[in-house]
């Protein structure tokens, strides 16, 4: 695929791409990130300086023209990634934290640079020092970062299907997180139930910056 006079070309199935566009519609920059399986970024924002933040899935590895990289632990499924790039399109880093089957889809970030990210996993894995297990297809999940990748807090809602994962994030002023997606019930958070048997229900729910639920 080309952008404007940069010529990107997926090393496999499928590449996560970053492109800055204008206002006027013009390409300012385009880069990727190269992948031997099927890889994907679902979600990215910009701070400040010009970093750019992007998440989503990688299958087999992923890298850049830089050093770093991630290998998955099995060739067949997906995994999380969370990435750091400079304004220049180097990788700074790629989130050793992240140990999880699934995708990123809703990422953002607070006044002190500090990363939130939210999905879906499935199987056995870990963020932190904090493991996750999901007994069918997939749960949810929310991860706060600090701007150098490590994780500071992870929490997961538990739903009866394959339709539970966060799909948008946002911080406000005081750090309280929000987020939106879907789970099917029964659904529990904690030990304690949100959604009742039945269908996949929509779920937009407030946590504080300490991520304690504070309504659903």
């Known amino acids: 695929v080309n952008f404007g006079s940069t010529a990107l070309a ?8 970053v492109a800055v566009i204008s206002s006027t519609g013009k390409v300012v920059q385009a880069f990727s990130f190269k992948s031997s399986g099927h890889s994907c970024g679902h979600a990215i924002v910009r701070n400040a300086t010009g ?17 770093k990289a991630l290998t998955a632990p099995t060739t067949n499924k997906d ?14 880093w790629f989130s050793s934290d992240l140990g999880l089957e699934g995708q990123a889809r809703g ?7 500090d990363i939130y990210v939210t999905g879906k996993f499935a199987g056995q894995g870990k963020i932190g020092n904090r493991s996750f297990s999901s007994a069918d297809k997939g749960d949810l999940f929310v991860a706060k970062f600090s701007s150098n990748g490590v994780a500071t807090f992870s929490l997961a809602i538990h739903g009866a299907g394959n339709s539970d994962q966060g ?11 929000y987020i939106t997606g879907s789970v099917k019930g029964p659904a529990i958070h904690a030990g304690a139930p949100i959604v009742p048997t039945g269908n996949t229900h929509f779920l937009v729910a407030k946590f504080d910056a300490q991520g304690n639920a504070l309504w659903f």
Do not use: H, M
């Open 167 to 177: 799909r948008a994030i946002n911080v406000d002023s005081n750090s309280n997180i």
């Open 79 to 92: 995994y999380v990634f969370l990435a750091k790039v400079d304004s220049q399109g180097t990788v700074e």
């Open 10 to 17: 997926a090393q496999a199935q499928s590449d996560p791409f």
């Open 51 to 67: 970093d750019f933040f992007v998440a989503g899935s990688y299958r087999k590895d992923l890298a850049t023209t830089s050093a």
């Open 107 to 113: 990422l953002a970030l607070d006044g002190n640079g």
